[in-house]
């Protein structure tokens, strides 16, 4: 058939108007497609990462409390070894069984020993003094409940991740006690709930090291990614959130990252899914959209069955997301904690099994229940709790995330237990559609708090003591020494010239004593003092500090004939400057007390900047020391030297290592006989 131009245009123009419909509609199906399948993964994987937070949190919090248990048990038995102990044996099998066996607490000795609990013999297992986890518990900024970098244990060769405390109090030889969590008991937790085949859950440390993930592999546990942009945007700037990242260090594929901090811990954990995974059905169902348009792009008349069959797609898009959605609260059911989403109006939509069973519903439908009238209607003490009063309906009113301690939850039963929760808003655009209520039973937790308040009131008792042992050292001991100077005193004034030599020197003899043993006490004093006395830390510059030491000498130096120098550009550091003086009025003084009596005394002090801190040396030429005495002259009342040849009571050195570990510091010394020393302080910066 012959058309007119115009015709054969205005045909044309009919046909390109149908087929830029038709691709305009495949175009902006395929889009928003994506755009469902992504928000609606993203809120699966944030439920997945509060769910895998909540159990990392009840892993670590139960590895804190089973460790500071022991500790309290070593403090309350100081004469017993735990190793041989069968009450404390019988402890450590009750905190292993509560754990399913995924913690084994050991004991770790001030010689770096390795041992079980019962102990396997006399040997250590191995030498842990290398450790992380045992460094730390030596140095105070990090003392106390400690997560150590991941490591292969050299007694069971598996990975694990260590959890430190030190102890203080009691257990022999014991100095640290740790418990090393398998990497292998972790993984079958978290491997059922990543998302296949890519997806990855992980725990990393604040600092950036990865301690653990599933699907593991080994070049990954212990890697740092401090200094990669995931990090630095992401991890380091807020408490969680979604992104997403390439992952190359691990696999260069794209992924959607959901992660979360832990609240009590320096951890963050990371769940993830890979982009290419869930856009998978999205692709089969575009590519067959795209074939179908093409196929109508050659046949218009079909244009109806390409709608239908786009109709079709789009269904099985819906069905596909609904599957997925199914999946995923297969996996929340899995979780420990209790899990329990509300709609807008406050009622269950979704809860797990954990929380059917501590809320009384193992047996009833939970769901279109008003969850505050079943489950949260009153509070502890029995007294009505008003609905608007709730935070689940708080949050069901802005969308904000709210965490909430010291709350009661009543089972259908009518009994109740303590609580603590997290509700997290369910948004989209900006409307509130519900809420995810995460929560678990403390009543574990809170007896064993009540344990540790228990132990910090005697800890103060006994401060108490110490204070009132003080007062009679400083008042009551020093009162008789006064009274048998002053009487010996007397007797010479009133006897001297009938007494013969050897009285005389008998009483000189007394006086002397007196003085020593008033000396040793006020040394004493000093030395009970150091961490007591409530000084205030301020602002220190080290080279006033240094100055004022050696003013307080300068009678010693100039009659020792001494050359003592300090170097310029000391540091400025918070410090308790009192003790910043008698710490180096002692070491100065040592060095010119100790002199080598063929050479002019030279002192010298610097400071040196270092990783750790300032490093503040004090070196002399003076008699030097043994170095098999390097350790033994910072013990109390330890003297190299006879009385008679040297003055003093023990306790200076004594005094110097105290206040500077008091400080978080340490102290030692590198010297040989004859040569001189060079004693070292570590201040932290």
């Known amino acids: ?103 084994d607490i050991r004991m770790v000795t001030r010689s770096g020993g390795l041992h079980y609990i019962p102990r396997r013999g006399p040997k250590a297992l191995a030498d842990v003094s290398d450790r992380d986890y045992v460094k730390a518990q030596s140095r105070m900024e990090t003392r106390g409940f400690f997560i150590g970098n991941p490591l292969i244990s050299r007694v069971t060769g598996k990975w694990g991740i260590p959890v430190s405390v030190p102890v203080d109090k009691g257990g022999a030889d014991t100095t640290v ?52 942009p995931s990090f630095k945007e992401n991890y380091a700037l807020s408490l969680k959130g979604v992104f997403r990242s390439s992952s190359q260090f691990i696999d260069g594929k794209e992924r959607i990252v959901s992660f979360q901090r832990l ?65 995923a609260e297969l996996i929340l059911s899995k979780a420990g904690e209790g899990i329990c989403g509300v709609n807008a109006a406050g009622r269950v939509t979704f809860m797990n099994p954990a929380a059917r069973v501590m809320l009384g519903w193992d047996h009833e439908d939970p769901t279109g229940q008003n969850l505050h009238v079943t489950n949260h209607h009153s509070r502890a003490d029995g007294s009505d709790y008003p609905g608007d009063q709730c935070p689940v309906a708080h949050t069901l009113s802005d969308g904000e995330t709210r965490e909430v301690q010291g709350e009661t939850f009543w089972r259908l039963n009518g009994s ?19 809420a995810v209520l995460v929560f678990r039973d403390i009543s574990e937790r809170l007896a064993a708090e009540q344990a540790l308040t228990n132990q910090a009131t005697e800890l103060s008792r006994s401060n108490a003591d110490l204070e009132q042992f003080a007062y009679v050292a400083s008042h009551d001991l020093r009162e008789p020494l006064r009274q048998v100077a002053s009487f010996v005193s007397l007797l010479e004034r009133r006897y001297g010239p009938a007494m013969d030599d050897d009285a005389r020197d008998y ?90 009596p063929e050479r002019t005394p030279i002192v010298r002090v610097t400071a040196t900047r270092e990783d750790n801190g300032w490093v503040v040396s004090v070196t002399d030429n003076g008699m030097g020391i043994d170095p098999q005495f390097s350790e033994r002259i910072f013990g109390i009342f330890q003297r190299l030297h006879t009385r008679d040849k040297f003055e003093g009571t023990g306790i200076g050195l004594a005094i110097v290592k105290k206040i500077v570990e008091r400080a978080g510091g340490k102290v030692w010394v590198e010297s040989n006989s004859g040569e001189g020393s060079a004693f070292h302080v570590v201040l932290p910066a």
């Open 1 to 103: 058939m012959n058309l007119r131009p115009s015709n054969r245009r205005i045909l044309v123009g009919l046909l390109g108007a149908m087929l830029l419909v038709l691709w305009g509609f495949v175009a902006y199906w395929s889009w928003s497609q994506r755009k469902s399948v992504i928000v609606s993964s993203t809120v699966i994987l944030e439920q997945l990462t509060t769910a895998a937070e909540e159990q990392t949190l009840r892993l670590f919090r139960h590895a804190e409390t089973s460790l500071m248990v022991s500790n309290h048990w070593l403090a309350e038995h100081p004469q017993l070894d735990p190793g041989d102990s069968p009450s404390f044996i019988a402890l450590v099998d009750r905190l292993r069984h509560m754990s399913d066996g995924m913690l």
């Open 177 to 228: 006690l740790f418990a090393a969590i398998e990497l292998d008991r972790i993984a079958k937790t978290f491997e059922a709930e990543r998302i296949k085949p890519s997806g990855s859950i992980a725990i990393l440390r604040a600092d950036g090291t990865f301690l653990f993930r599933v699907p593991q592999e080994d070049h990954v546990i212990g890697l740092n990614i401090a200094d990669t």
């Open 263 to 327: 609240r009590d811990y320096p951890l963050i954990v990371i769940v993830t899914a890979g982009i290419d995974d869930l856009l998978a059905p999205w692709r089969r169902e575009t590519a067959t959209l795209v074939a179908i348009a093409g196929l109508v792009s050659m046949a218009i008349g079909l244009l109806t069955l390409v709608l239908l069959r786009s109709m079709k797609a789009e269904e099985k898009a819906q069905k596909a997301t609904e599957q997925a959605r199914h999946e």
């Open 416 to 434: 109740s237990f303590p609580v603590e929760f997290i509700v997290t808003g369910i948004m989209d655009e900006n409307v509130v559609k519900g």
């Open 507 to 596: 009483i000189a003899y007394a006086r002397e004593g007196a003085k020593r043993m008033d000396r040793l006490i006020i040394d004493l004093l000093e030395f009970s003092r150091i961490g007591h006395r409530s000084l205030p830390v301020e602002t220190v510059n080290l080279g006033d500090v240094v100055d004022e030491a050696i003013a307080n000498l300068r009678t010693t130096i100039i009659e020792s004939g001494a050359q003592v120098e300090r170097t310029p550009g000391m540091p400025v550091l918070p410090l308790v400057r009192d003790d910043m003086v008698r710490l180096f009025q002692n070491l100065i003084g040592n060095a010119l007390k100790y002199r080598h």
